[in-house]
């Protein structure tokens, strides 16, 4: 972490520092949903997010997802939370993918 800024909606954010990734492409949903199985996370809601029961990730979608010349995965943007604390409503309610 670098430092603070203000994002569009004028709330403050941290700006993060992020190693170029060469020679990836992104990932299909696919390959994001054989990952996460392979990792012991299963979808919920319909694939809207992936738990393994401790942790749940959110907006792990097929445009904040890569994949290098090696077949490393790289997850950009998603969103962690504990599992049973209220993440998912939080996430519902904050998300632009999610209706309001």
Do not use: W
Not at 44 to 53: L, V
Request: net charge negative; aromatic share 12%.
């Amino acid at each position: 972490m670098i430092g603070f800024a203000e994002n569009r909606d004028g709330k403050v954010c941290a700006v993060l520092v992020q190693p170029f990734v060469a020679d990836a492409r992104l990932a299909t949903k696919e390959e994001i949903h054989d990952e996460f199985l392979r990792l012991g996370f299963h979808p919920e809601d319909h694939g809207e997010y992936y738990t393994n029961g401790q942790h749940d990730i959110f907006d792990a979608v097929d445009g904040n997802v890569l994949i290098d010349d090696e077949g490393n995965m790289f997850f950009i943007d998603t969103i962690i939370y504990p599992s049973d604390t209220g993440g998912y409503d939080t996430y519902r309610s904050l998300s632009p993918r999610c209706s309001k």
